[in-house]
């Protein structure tokens, strides 16, 4: 029956017979070398597991590197997209402003026009003011605070309770005529 050499686990090719397997080993340079190959062979096999694992961490790594990239291109999109709005939203902002300013004419132009007596009659102001208004020809100032419009004569007037009701139903009247 054929046996094989007790170094044929660091490849050794000797096979024979058991009564020729003490004359091999007396001769055999792999059994000489035991004590040297061993040690050599477990740390080879170590490093072949090391080796393994870092193939293993590195195709970790770029599917974690690809998921990144496809996530940074996705929200590359949503800034893109962002300032898009953004852009949109200030343009609508500008158009709003501007309508806002041709509306704030067109109620001033109504104030300023023929109008102006049924205006102040309207905000509660009396008979002997208007005439006096109208004499005098004052200068209505429109103003916007905290987001109310308010409507003031000049300050010639500033002292007459007359004109301070109406200028607070001045501002009522203007919220409507807008």
Not at 28 to 47: G, H, S, V
Request: hydrophobic share 35%; net charge negative; glycine share 4%.
């Amino acid at each position: 029956m054929q046996i094989l050499c007790t170094s044929a686990d660091m490849k050794c090719p000797w096979e024979g017979q058991r009564d020729q397997l003490d004359g091999h080993l007396s001769k055999c340079a792999f059994d000489a070398l035991r004590y040297i190959i061993t040690p050599l062979m477990t740390e080879n096999e170590q490093l072949k597991e090391l080796i393994g694992k870092f193939h293993d961490d590195n195709q970790q790594l770029r599917d974690q590197t690809g998921q990144l990239a496809i996530q940074a291109n996705k929200y590359q999109r949503e800034i893109q997209d962002i300032n898009q709005q953004l852009a949109q939203l200030k343009t609508q902002l500008q158009n709003q402003e501007i309508k806002e300013q041709e509306r704030h004419r067109s109620v001033w132009e109504y104030i300023d026009g023929d109008n102006f007596d049924a205006f102040l009659r309207e905000t509660g102001v009396g008979m002997a003011t208007r005439l006096a208004v109208k004499c005098l020809k004052p200068c209505l100032i429109i103003d916007e605070f905290q987001n109310e419009w308010m409507i003031r004569f000049e300050k010639f007037f500033a002292d007459n309770a007359e004109m301070e009701c109406g200028t607070s139903k001045a501002r009522r009247w203007y919220k409507r005529a807008t």
